[in-house]
T-cell receptor, first 109, second 115 residues
Framework: QKEVEQNSGPLSVPEGAIASLNCTYS??????FFWYRQYSGKSPELIMS????GDKEDGRFTAQLNKASQYVSLLIRDSQPSDSATYLC?????????FGAGTRLFVKA | ETGVTQSPTHLIKTRGQQVTLRCSSQ?????VSWYQQALGQGPQFIFQ???????GRGNFPPRFSGLQFPNYSSELNVNALELDDSALYLC??????????????FGEGSWLTVV
């Protein structure tokens, strides 16, 4: 059983639209959750972290966490072609951070 | 820029050989984790080092080993290379505060190709 699951996509949205990325996790001991963006051929870079139930906003990005449903999401408002990348969801509850396989996002100009 | 540096960036090895990858952590970070990312997959946790000791390991065989030095830099060693070891190897540093869920920051990675 995968510990962090994401739809592999690709998710395609037009420029200016809202992109919605989702993730579920199985380890109820996970306390911290992260979204990383990874461009092709590059390493993952941290976009957002979220620790409490509810929403957390940072610029065009909003992370949402629902621990009861074991669900994490990332909304990207006003999507730009430069947002085209793979988005990795990750959860951490101890010494290791577990990643999903990522969702590929394409933003069409 | 995360301040985490890795070397080499690319290398090609022959099956059966050994490889050492190096990582310098971000200033102030005392914990180093190593991940393997195969094409099309998410990063897979190999192990983590804190205070020069391995304090967590993923589902990788013993031929994957590591070290952490007093300056918190780290090495990943892989013996008896197999073709399936071809991947991007990521080093990540963080600050361990004794709790859970430390935020990790990745270096640029080392691309290993085994032929």
């Amino acid at each position: 059983q995968k510990e962090v699951e994401q739809n592999s996509g690709p998710l395609s949205v037009p420029e200016g639209a809202i992109a919605s990325l989702n993730c579920t996790y199985s380890d109820r001991g996970s306390q911290s959750f992260f979204w990383y963006r990874q461009y092709s051929g590059k390493s993952p870079e941290l976009i957002m972290s979220i620790y409490s139930n509810g929403d957390k906003e940072d610029g065009r990005f909003t992370a949402q966490l629902n621990k009861a449903s074991q669900y994490v999401s990332l909304l990207i408002r006003d999507s730009q072609p430069s947002d085209s990348a793979t988005y990795l969801c990750a959860g951490s509850g101890g010494f290791k951070t577990i990643f999903g396989a990522g969702t590929r996002l394409f933003v069409k100009a | 820029e995360t301040g985490v540096t890795q070397s080499p960036t690319h290398l090609i090895k022959t099956r059966g050989q050994q490889v050492t990858l190096r990582c310098s952590s971000q200033s102030g970070h005392n914990t180093v984790s190593w991940y393997q990312q195969a094409l099309g997959q998410g990063p897979q946790f190999i192990f983590q080092y804190y205070r020069e000791e391995e304090n967590g390991r993923g589902n990788f065989p013993p031929r994957f080993s590591g070290l952490q030095f007093p300056n918190y830099s780290s090495e990943l060693n892989v013996n008896a290379l197999e073709l399936d070891d071809s991947a991007l190897y990521l080093c990540a540093s963080s600050v361990s505060r004794g709790g859970s869920g430390n935020t990790i920051y990745f270096g640029e990675g080392s691309w290993l190709t085994v032929v």
